[in-house]
């Protein structure tokens, strides 16, 4: 396979589903949900992906990973990177933790609304372990969307990757 310089980011993205080392969670919030429909459309998702959730209402997200003052925040993406982390290890360590590095992807974004009022920013994480039985490492991203089209910020949160 090229070099990783020269792949696009589907090419990128079925490196990472073919690798039998990872697996873990996405859990994406509003326009971030453009992420795991990359790994799902590149193929080979089963071996990566244990589970997505989008949580898109605020009453569901405050169910699952506590109330918080800011939906898009440093504060709302750490508590879903543990909370995930947390859950990946817990239910999965005991049958593939000798073999597998867990991961958790999270992200909260903003794009631009309907009506172009919105403040476009996000939040986006990953927890992993660099090995299996390893010690959660952590990358945090803030990122502001300045494409003025919808579509072109989604598509550029996953171009990251």
């Not at 589903?17 to 080979?44: C, H, K, M, P």
């Not at 309907?114 to 994480?125: A, D, K, M, N, P």
């Not at 803030?142 to 579509?151: I, P, Q, T």
Request: with cysteine; aromatic share 10%.
């Amino acid at each position: 396979m090229p070099s990783t310089d020269t792949l696009n980011t589907v090419d990128k993205v079925l490196q990472v589903n073919l690798d039998s080392w990872r697996y873990g969670t996405f859990a994406e919030i509003g326009a971030g949900q453009e992420v795991v429909r990359w790994f799902f459309r590149a193929g080979g998702a089963a071996g990566t992906i244990a589970k997505s959730i989008s949580a898109y209402d605020m009453k569901v997200s405050d169910s699952i990973y506590g109330e918080c003052s800011r939906y898009v925040c440093r504060e709302r993406l750490e508590s879903m990177l543990e909370y995930e982390q947390n859950l990946n290890i817990e239910r999965l360590d005991a049958s593939r933790g000798d073999t597998t590095a867990f991961f958790s992807f999270a992200d909260t974004v903003s794009a631009r609304n309907y009506h172009g009022t919105s403040e476009c920013h996000g939040w986006l994480g990953i927890r992993f372990q660099a090995n299996p039985k390893d010690e959660c490492s952590e990358i945090l991203i803030h990122v502001r969307m300045l494409d003025k089209m919808n579509a072109r910020q989604q598509d550029a949160l996953v171009s990251w990757v």
